[in-house]
């Protein structure tokens, strides 16, 4: 498999102990890198609750982030113009997300594939199990 590039909603699955997504980033970290954007850590900390602070930052801790560079914020912005008269309207944070992995070559992890229609982004779905079927294109 290759690296991966993690949603927010993986890890807020991850992080409420769904079963099956503790299993699935496991063995992902075991066969590639995982990735997270920088958008995705400032969604993830602004939603967690005070109790929640040592377990969600050692997660945060484990992935390494993707840093939000002109590049990253050029080609966000790339997507959301060029999507637009197609009548798909893209969110500024999955844009980022979407940038960051068409950035440096990473499979998408999504609960939401739906949320990026980018052709040529690799884009995993992830079910209510944990388990992860490949985005037909």
């Known amino acids: 498999m290759s690296d991966h590039l ?7 699955r991850y992080l409420r102990r769904v079963p ?3 299993d699935m980033l496991r063995s992902m970290g075991v066969e590639g890198w ?3 954007s920088a958008v995705t850590r400032l969604e993830i900390v602004r939603g967690m609750r005070e109790s929640e602070r040592q377990a969600t930052f050692a997660l945060l801790d484990s ?3 993707i840093q939000m560079t002109s590049e990253v914020a050029d080609l966000a912005g790339e997507l959301i113009r060029l999507w637009r008269p197609k009548g798909v309207i893209l969110g500024d944070a999955d844009a980022v997300i ?11 992890v999504t609960t939401n594939a739906r949320h990026f229609p980018m052709p040529d982004l690799i884009v995993f ?3 209510e199990e944990g388990r ?5 294109k």
Do not use: C, M
Not at 6 to 12: A, H, M, P, V
């Open 6 to 12: 993690l949603d927010t909603s993986i890890l807020i």
């Open 20 to 22: 099956g997504y503790r």
């Open 34 to 36: 995982l990735y997270i």
């Open 63 to 65: 992935l390494e982030t």
């Open 98 to 108: 979407a940038a960051s992995a068409l950035k440096h070559g990473l499979a998408l």
């Open 125 to 127: 779905q992830a079910d």
């Open 132 to 136: 992860l079927t490949p985005r037909e």
